[in-house]
């Protein structure tokens, strides 16, 4: 049984006042919260400005410094556990599983059939019943909402995440209010525009594959093919993640269909939003969880001049950084697992500008992959400090004893 929350808050002002601040009682405190479904307002306050202290946001408390007392990473660790929590207020994390769940237990009381024991949502953490109106959770949420902004100069997208989420599972007040900051983004032309429309457009999409339903080829070329061209990356991502869906469903049997082969080569040809539209459709296309391997080893493309290596090459060019989608997996995602054992393919990622990719390729298996050590050596040698130290550790962590 988790202490109270109260007990929890008090527990977290009592650590914030002492000096030196103790990241470990501080962190403690993050694993005891647990947010009961009928929080009280004044709960939800004392703990957005307890967060909102640790992240060094405008509020009515003053900033918490804690770069004198703890090591960069704890201070980060705690940053990401304010931000998480925030974002629990905001919207529940498990309204896919509930809605699951829900589904499961309709379908076998319609069947007449015995429910199994334990499919409901009890081990899950309760959603929120927020006890504030639109204006009081608007000025609550103000500080966290006003930091996000401060990103968009280097970012644009940079709240891609939170305004997909909160707008398909927030909780109603705050799915009014994030509404209401995108409308307010859009007027002062801020981030990426377009954003309310392209989370509908996207989330209309997302819904069409969730609910199984197929198209005519059509159909597709009219409401799917189009889209790929979308000036809003999470709408073209959305289209070519379907598209994969329903390509894993056999669309391309029904008349004038593209062959699977030809579609793939069309999306890695794209100018826009290539890697995108590459791992979005893998994305769809992976019913089976076998990442690029499904595509590997799919019938239809063999004997069709399909080479994976090539495609997944010419996928990640011409645009060095994917653009983080929340609808959608990303393309190098599924190179890293695929590739993890193939050291002469990491290492034409890093001739072809990939060496990000190419580290977190040669450091996914902690163990040592034979002839990975000379693709990790010079990764190690990389003029990016993530890069290289990432290559360096696994040299030192599984390879510099022999074997």
């Known amino acids: ?234 709408v073209a991502a959305a289209s070519a993640r379907y598209l994969g869906w329903l390509y894993d469903n056999s669309i391309d049997e029904e008349p004038g269909a593209a062959r699977l082969a030809d579609m793939l080569k069309d999306l890695a040809a794209r100018p826009r939003y290539r890697a995108e539209l590459c791992g979005a459709f893998v994305c769809g296309f992976d019913s089976a969880c076998q990442g690029l391997y499904g595509l590997k080893a799919d019938k239809r493309l063999e004997g069709a001049g399909f080479d994976l290596d090539r495609w997944v090459l010419d996928g990640l060019a011409p645009e060095k950084e994917e653009i983080y989608l929340p609808n959608a997996q990303a393309l190098w995602f599924y190179v890293h697992e695929h590739y993890c054992a193939d050291p002469a393919f990491v290492t034409k990622l890093i001739e072809a500008d990939r060496a990000w990719i190419a580290m977190m390729c040669a450091t996914e298996l902690n163990e040592k992959v034979e002839g990975m050590d000379a693709v990790l050596t010079r990764l190690a040698k990389d003029s990016d400090p993530e890069i290289a130290s990432g290559a360096q550790y696994h040299l030192m962590r599984y390879y510099a004893h022999g074997d």
């Open 1 to 234: 049984m988790p202490p109270p929350i109260g007990e929890v808050l008090c527990e977290f002002d009592a650590a914030l006042a002492e000096t030196p601040h103790s990241y470990e009682r501080l962190i403690a405190a993050f694993r005891a919260l647990k947010l009961p479904a009928d929080v009280s307002a004044a709960e939800l306050s004392h703990l957005l400005a307890v967060c909102y202290r640790i992240l060094q946001l405008d509020s009515a408390e003053p900033p918490l410094d804690l770069t004198g007392d703890l090591e960069a990473w704890q201070i980060g660790h705690l940053a990401a556990c304010a931000r998480s929590d925030i974002e629990e207020v905001m919207y529940d994390r498990n309204a896919h599983t509930r809605a699951w769940i829900a589904e499961r237990r309709a379908w076998f009381a319609a069947g007449d059939k015995e429910t199994p024991e334990g499919l409901n949502d009890s081990q899950l953490p309760p959603a929120l019943d927020i006890p504030w109106d639109k204006a009081t959770a608007a000025q609550e949420i103000r500080p966290f909402l006003k930091a996000y902004e401060a990103y968009f100069d280097e970012n644009p997208n940079f709240h891609f995440q939170l305004c997909w989420y909160v707008s398909r599972d927030g909780y109603p007040v705050f799915k009014q209010v994030v509404a209401d900051w995108m409308a307010e983004l859009a007027a002062k032309s801020l981030g990426t525009p377009g954003m309310a429309e392209a989370i509908a457009q996207a989330g209309r999409l997302y819904d069409k594959e969730e609910r199984d339903e197929t198209l005519s080829w059509v159909q597709c070329a009219g409401d799917v093919l189009s889209l790929l061209d979308h000036p809003h990356p999470m």
